[in-house]
């Protein structure tokens, strides 16, 4: 193998992660599907010229992304696979052909797939999650995550309405497999309210799917109008399923909804064609949205022989839809400024209606993807909405097509657009950062922030309010919203009397604020939701986070390096801390209920099968103060043991872990009671 393969085959698979973490972990993809393919699709074709090159932890031998630490994690026996693609009617019959053959090989007649036919379903635009029923009962559900791994998100499923709780006549054991969205009319519903409350908005119906499920507090997720639909099984125990047909009957018999609108058993290939041109001609009609049409072998016996190849099914395909685009210019690049001081070009267009929507604008990300595409103004570019709300330029059409006559190359500016401080990129990042302690822009975003709907919640203060506060220098600092007066507010534009009283009624109300919505507010760096609310369980106070060393940071359950670091110069800069503490003198921390005992703070992970649920275990855990681990590791308090523990057994007597049995664990959660 050529240097120049085992160089484009290593940065092929580096790319590829990344974009898996994006967009299977944190529900913010920074490629269209249609770039992802294509990069899977190289990487593919250079792995199968240079067998050599194999490598078990290639993503082509796997499926999404690792499962996020926060969450427990679901290890199932059968994994969800992903399914190979095709973008044509004629690559459908291209995987007739291929099917036929394989059967073939294996001594079963053609006759066989005509007699069975196939199944054709639209593909929701969502994602895809795991449940498990056992004796009629829902016991858990996970994500993908890694096909085999899934994160536990079982407390947030439950507020699913869609979903049923106990099924009727069902198996012993019943692994089903769906797919979680949102409808067109409540994502524009739930982006107005993000954008009126000054936070960002989803990118499109999938991503606020998914980060609805993946919330930390279930709570967040039943506010959100999420809906399920589902398409097939893993493990069944107690009922014989003859084909795809019949594993939907059972499904929808047994309470779940099932997309009849959207399914249609196909006798032959072409009529499985024909139904996904029909889906890509109605698409824009219908509620939810859709990325294609999946194409499955109805029978399960050949299902069975045909079985499947590294990440995918032989006998199922995904037929996906070519994005809508159009061609447009781009008349200028210009920067905004971000609360943490990162710099996002945005490429100012030509209008141009796609999709039925006037594009003007588009994110271009970072440095990094205007050189790989090679953006300059004057551009003659594709742009593409694909689903998404906001568009991107799928390519250049100047650079592509070798035009002499284009504008200069675009470079992120060295000084900030807003402050002109210093722009700087740390090493390894793709970000630019303004350096500016003082940006004006840095400050309003992060006085939109403090006042946002998960942080002090001060209803009323949008974007637009905070922004004409801080120009007129009335607000420069969060404690600056405490001393607003009536009169003051009164006289500003767009507000009068009865707005004013409202504003200073939210104000007031705002003073009375937990320690972990206090802490989230503040903006510090890396720290999120999820974990201004472990800090705050575990320091219990502003002052002993703020005289908490590096070391004490890191002994903390989900802090690494470069939070722990963060928070140690957000305490240690003498401007922050100034601005702290006269916001400590208009607001009140209200004391949260105190976990002790041997569970609070602890580290637990679960291993074996249990009597309980594992989800309920690991709820109790959480109840009681502790934390669940992902997997083994040294940080790990206590590994509780079902039966048949596995690996895991080991190695925590490698590291000196404390074993315990479910009964002493179950015991040692009696005594906390």
């Known amino acids: 193998m050529n240097m120049d393969d085992t160089a484009r085959i290593e940065e092929l698979r580096k790319a590829i992660r990344h974009h898996n973490d994006?967009?299977?972990?944190?529900?913010?993809?920074?490629?269209?599907?249609?770039?992802?393919?294509?990069?899977?699709?190289?990487?593919?074709?250079?792995?199968?010229?240079?067998?050599?090159?194999?490598?078990?932890?290639?993503?082509?031998?796997?499926?999404?992304?690792?499962?996020?630490?926060?969450?427990?994690?679901?290890?199932?026996?059968?994994?969800?696979?992903?399914?190979?693609?095709?973008?044509?009617?004629?690559?459908?019959?291209?995987?007739?052909?291929?099917?036929?053959?394989?059967?073939?090989?294996?001594?079963?007649?053609?006759?066989?797939?005509?007699?069975?036919?196939?199944?054709?379903?639209?593909?929701?635009?969502?994602?895809?999650?795991?449940l498990v029923y056992e004796h009629g009962k829902f016991a858990r559900g996970a994500t993908r995550g890694d096909g085999t791994r899934g994160e536990d998100v079982t407390s947030n499923l439950r507020t699913i309405g869609d979903l049923p709780m106990q099924i009727r006549n069902g198996p012993a054991l019943l692994e089903v497999r769906g797919?979680?969205?949102?409808?067109?009319?409540?994502?524009?519903?739930?982006?107005?309210?993000?954008?009126?409350?000054?936070?960002?908005v989803f990118a499109n119906p999938r991503n606020a799917a998914a980060g609805s499920l993946r919330q930390l507090d279930p709570s967040i997720t039943a506010s959100r109008r999420l809906h399920l639909w589902v398409y097939g099984t893993g493990?069944?125990?107690?009922?014989?399923?003859?084909?795809?047909?019949?594993?939907?009957?059972?499904?929808?018999?047994?309470?779940?909804?099932?997309?009849?609108?959207?399914?249609?058993?196909?006798?032959?290939?072409?009529?499985?064609?024909?139904?996904?041109?029909?889906?890509?001609?109605?698409?824009?009609?219908?509620?939810?949205?859709?990325?294609?049409?999946?194409?499955?072998?109805?029978?399960?016996?050949l299902q069975k022989e045909l079985g499947e190849i590294s990440r995918f099914p032989r006998w199922a395909i995904a037929a996906k839809f070519s994005p809508d685009q159009a061609q447009t210019t781009v008349e200028d690049i210009a920067v905004f400024v971000g609360r943490t001081g990162i710099l996002t070009p945005v490429a100012f267009l030509s209008p141009v209606v796609v999709r039925g929507v006037t594009v003007r604008k588009a994110t271009l990300h970072n440095q990094d993807m205007i050189d790989a595409k090679d953006i300059r103004v004057g551009d003659r570019v594709l742009v593409q909405r694909a689903g998404e709300v906001i568009p991107e330029i799928v390519e250049s059409l100047s650079a592509k097509d070798g035009s002499t006559e284009r504008g200069e190359r675009f470079f992120m500016p060295d000084r900030c657009p807003a402050c002109g401080s210093a722009v700087k990129r740390a090493p390894g990042e793709s970000a630019h950062r303004c350096a500016g302690a003082g940006c004006a822009e840095k400050k309003k975003r992060s006085l939109r922030h403090f006042v946002s709907r998960n942080a002090m919640d001060i209803a009323g203060l949008g974007t637009m309010i905070v922004s004409a506060l801080a120009d007129k220098g009335l607000v420069t600092e969060p404690a600056d919203f405490y001393r607003l007066d009536r009169e003051t507010l009164a006289e500003m534009d767009r507000l009068g009397e009865k707005s004013a009283d409202n504003l200073i009624r939210e104000i007031e109300k705002s003073r009375k604020v937990s320690l972990s919505r206090f802490l989230y507010a503040l903006g510090i760096p890396h720290v999120g939701e999820h974990l201004a609310d472990v800090l705050a369980r575990r320091f219990r106070s502003v002052e002993a986070l703020g005289n908490a060393s590096e070391d004490e940071l890191m002994a903390v359950h989900e802090v690494g390096t470069e939070v722990a670091e963060s928070i140690r110069r957000f305490f240690a800069s003498q401007e922050e801390t100034k601005s702290l503490?006269?916001?400590?003198?208009?607001?009140?921390?209200?004391?949260?209920?105190?976990?002790?005992?041997?569970?609070?703070?602890?580290?637990?992970?679960?291993?074996?099968?249990?009597?309980m649920p594992r989800a309920l275990a690991q709820e109790r855990v959480r109840k009681e103060g502790g934390n669940i681990a992902a997997g083994i590791?040294?940080?790990?308090?206590?590994?509780?043991?079902?039966?048949?523990?596995?690996?895991?057994?080991?190695?925590?007597?490698?590291?000196?872990?404390?074993?315990?049995?479910?009964?002493?664990f179950i015991k040692m959660l009696d005594e906390k009671n």
């Open 22 to 130: 994006r967009y299977y972990r944190e529900d913010a993809p920074e490629v269209s599907d249609a770039e992802y393919d294509a990069l899977f699709k190289e990487l593919v074709a250079l792995e199968a010229r240079h067998p050599e090159a194999f490598d078990p932890d290639s993503p082509t031998q796997r499926v999404g992304a690792e499962p996020v630490a926060a969450f427990g994690a679901v290890i199932r026996d059968i994994p969800m696979l992903s399914l190979a693609n095709a973008f044509s009617g004629e690559e459908l019959l291209e995987f007739d052909r291929r099917t036929r053959r394989f059967l073939k090989t294996r001594g079963i007649s053609e006759n066989a797939l005509d007699q069975s036919g196939y199944v054709a379903e639209t593909k929701i635009d969502g994602l895809a999650i795991e």
């Open 633 to 664: 590791s040294a940080k790990v308090n206590f590994l509780v043991t079902g039966e048949d523990p596995g690996s895991k057994l080991a190695k925590a007597k490698q590291l000196g872990i404390t074993v315990l049995t479910e009964s002493e």
């Open 179 to 200: 797919e979680i969205y949102m409808t067109r009319q409540d994502f524009a519903a739930l982006n107005r309210g993000r954008e009126r409350d000054g936070e960002p």
């Open 235 to 301: 493990r069944v125990e107690g009922a014989a399923i003859g084909s795809h047909s019949e594993e939907l009957d059972l499904l929808e018999g047994s309470g779940f909804p099932v997309n009849r609108r959207g399914i249609r058993q196909c006798p032959t290939i072409n009529e499985a064609v024909d139904f996904y041109r029909e889906m890509d001609a109605e698409k824009e009609k219908l509620p939810y949205e859709i990325d294609g049409v999946v194409i499955k072998v109805n029978d399960a016996s």
């Open 581 to 611: 503490e006269r916001l400590l003198r208009e607001v009140t921390l209200l004391a949260s209920e105190t976990k002790s005992g041997n569970v609070a703070g602890k580290i637990f992970l679960f291993t074996g099968t249990l009597s």
